[in-house]
């Protein structure tokens, strides 16, 4: 190991000291060498698979995320009537939503072709996760216009990640 280390040290030191001797002795203009043009391979098309998994996402707007709303709409109702018992329960169904949209987005997303999708979609699931379990958002919403206020950013919020590699395959 040290003998290579010294061998690329007195390469790197005599290198330079054998071009500045060259160049005084050859007055020429130095050759340049053309490297031959390089072809990357073409990028992926991930288009078609990309749309295939937009399309179960769907589902998951159509069915876990109005369940959720459903059972947001439910569980303010409660709040607003001073049903606690009662709204600890529509709490508990409201988090279990959040989680099983979490899980479908995963479960839809690990068939992306596209790495950086299959990504997004980790991470969407991931805020819907965490939002099932700090329940943070429930906790600010406490009528129906603080729902009304809020879901709409929220959604965003959470769906932002994978909605972007679908909004360009509509």
């Given at each position: 190991m040290r003998r290579a280390l010294l061998v690329v040290l007195a390469g790197g030191l005599l290198l330079p000291v054998a071009a500045c001797d060259n160049a005084k002795k050859s007055s020429a203009a130095p050759a340049v060498s053309v490297a031959p043009p390089v072809s990357l391979p073409?990028?992926?098309d991930y288009t078609v698979n990309t749309q295939?998994?937009?399309t179960r996402l769907q589902a998951v707007y159509t069915g876990e995320l109005r369940e959720f709303g459903t059972a947001?709409?439910?569980l303010v109702s409660l709040k607003e009537a001073?049903?606690?018992a009662d709204a600890a329960k529509a709490e508990t169904q409201v988090a279990g939503k959040l989680k099983a949209a979490g899980a479908k987005i995963r479960q839809d997303t690990e068939t992306a072709e596209d790495p950086g999708f299959r990504a997004a979609g980790e991470t969407s699931a991931a805020?819907?996760?965490q939002s099932a379990t700090d329940r943070k958002y429930v906790d600010?919403?406490?009528t129906l216009k603080d729902l009304n206020?809020?879901?709409r950013p929220q959604m965003a919020q959470w769906l932002t990640p994978v909605s972007s590699f679908c909004e360009s395959t509509s």
């Amino acid at each position: 190991m040290r003998r290579a280390l010294l061998v690329v040290l007195a390469g790197g030191l005599l290198l330079p000291v054998a071009a500045c001797d060259n160049a005084k002795k050859s007055s020429a203009a130095p050759a340049v060498s053309v490297a031959p043009p390089v072809s990357l391979p073409p990028l992926p098309d991930y288009t078609v698979n990309t749309q295939m998994v937009c399309t179960r996402l769907q589902a998951v707007y159509t069915g876990e995320l109005r369940e959720f709303g459903t059972a947001m709409g439910k569980l303010v109702s409660l709040k607003e009537a001073k049903q606690t018992a009662d709204a600890a329960k529509a709490e508990t169904q409201v988090a279990g939503k959040l989680k099983a949209a979490g899980a479908k987005i995963r479960q839809d997303t690990e068939t992306a072709e596209d790495p950086g999708f299959r990504a997004a979609g980790e991470t969407s699931a991931a805020k819907f996760e965490q939002s099932a379990t700090d329940r943070k958002y429930v906790d600010r919403v406490k009528t129906l216009k603080d729902l009304n206020s809020t879901l709409r950013p929220q959604m965003a919020q959470w769906l932002t990640p994978v909605s972007s590699f679908c909004e360009s395959t509509s």
